[in-house]
């Protein structure tokens, strides 16, 4: 191999590993909401739902996702901060819907008590994927070095694009599959392994809720910040300056506290743009509701 292909490999590897970073929460996200459309099926489905969700996640990223923004780069890059900013909007009224959800607000979703079969159950989780998946990728893009190039900015993509659905899908299929790991401890001859196996069991219920309380912060925070951060590159810096001015007031206390202070704040813009939308949907649904009646 020669050293100029070594050295666009490593430019490559590079970026992706720089653009990966600033796309955790999302990533976070994805991998808490995915493990819901499995529960509930039987547990030798379970992998396959998993696995055939994952090859719909790819066949987003890089059928549908990738494509499209690179030719709006390309030709409309001025489209991308307002694709971010709608994109953070819908993160964050996900992310209000499920704090509202905490305190006993329930959301009927059209077709609910319905039987749901495996295929729609598989579309479902796919249509889910699909807008996790864009603010993925449009991040990672965004967070790119414009002067990269094409290919290596495709390379840096693809690679993204791999590597967190394999990331995602490989701790979805591990999590779905702890409790029958537990399960068939509990069935061995050692009271030791039949206790640990319990335990694994048990814990598994609190273990999900932690996820949905992770997977739930990490949207409000996510959405928060991208449209903070893309309506200043739009038509609105205030937030974004006011967001400047409360980190450059703790920046003292070191950068662990300053990003803390950062994910706080985006995180409470986030619930606040979250709950009006909330709200706003909430009424439309009402006013739909008297008007059929």
Avoid at 5 to 20: C, E, G, M, Q, R
Avoid at 77 to 96: D, I, Q, R
Wanted: charged share 15%; aromatic share 6%.
């Amino acid at each position: 191999m020669s050293v100029g292909l070594l050295a666009v490999v490593d430019d490559i590897l590079s970026a992706a590993l720089k653009a990966s970073a600033k796309t955790a929460g999302v990533v976070i996200d994805d991998a808490a909401v995915t493990p819901q459309y499995v529960q509930g099926l039987q547990p030798a489905r379970e992998l396959p739902v998993v696995g055939r969700i994952a090859l719909g996640s790819l066949f987003n990223k890089f059928v549908i996702i990738i494509p499209v923004a690179l030719l709006l780069t390309a030709f409309a890059p001025w489209v991308l901060p307002w694709l971010l900013v709608v994109g953070g909007t819908y993160l964050c009224f996900e992310g209000a819907e499920k704090v509202t959800e905490w305190f006993g607000v329930h959301h009927e979703a059209a077709g609910e008590g319905q039987p749901t079969t495996e295929p729609k159950l598989v579309f479902g989780a796919i249509r889910t994927d699909l807008i996790l998946s864009t603010e993925i990728m449009l991040i990672a893009l965004s967070s790119l070095d414009p002067d990269l190039g094409f290919w290596p900015t495709v390379g840096a993509l693809a690679l993204i694009g791999a590597g967190m659905t394999a990331l995602v899908y490989g701790a979805v299929a591990l999590l779905v599959k702890v409790d029958d790991i537990g399960l068939q401890m509990m069935k061995q001859p050692s009271r030791r392994t039949r206790r640990t196996g319990a335990r694994i069991v048990g814990a598994m219920p609190t273990v999900f809720r932690v996820i949905s309380i992770v997977g739930t912060v990490a949207m409000l925070w996510v959405g928060g910040h991208l449209v903070i951060a893309n309506l200043a590159e739009t038509f609105w810096a205030g937030p974004y300056e006011l967001l400047h001015v409360v980190e450059h007031a703790v920046e003292a206390a070191g950068p662990v506290v300053t990003w803390i202070v950062d994910t706080a704040v985006s995180a409470v813009a986030g619930l606040l743009l979250g709950m009006v939308v909330v709200g706003v949907v909430l009424g439309v649904g009402r006013l739909r509701g008297g008007a059929a009646h």
